[in-house]
């Protein structure tokens, strides 16, 4: 049994250092005019993906103490962080649904409205708003993992 992690890693490692040769021999057969629009493209896309990710991982350290600092016991903001992990999953099922029907960019610009309101509750105390800043976090959750992505490759794909 010992014996069949070095075999199984000296059959991979040449596997995988024969496609990174054809996936860099592909790279470079691919024509100049349609890498420099992308590169474009790319550069874009990571400054829009990097401002919509900065204010959730800005705020993931301190959500905890801030439920704390408002007097909720453990239990209550369990339930509170469950409650947006449901509401994530519940929605993830049907983000790619209105990324079609509706458009991926309108999508994206819906989940910077959407976050800014889930934001804007956990300005509040009171337990009900808190628990519906929770539920568009978790929709807000699910539109940032799949529509952003989504909406680059759409793009990309597009010419």
Known sequence: MTMLIPIVLGILFPISYIANILASR???VMESSYREPFSKLQRQFFIVYFVAAFPDWLQGPYIYQLYSNYG???PQIALLYVTG????MICGTGVGILADKFGRR???IAYSFLYAISCLTKASPVFS???IGRILGGICTSIFFSTFEACLSHLAHRK
């Open 72 to 74: 909720y016991t453990e």
């Open 85 to 88: 992990f449901i509401s994530s």
């Open 129 to 131: 708003v808190l628990m």
């Open 26 to 28: 592909a790279e470079i």
């Open 106 to 108: 309108r999508l994206c």
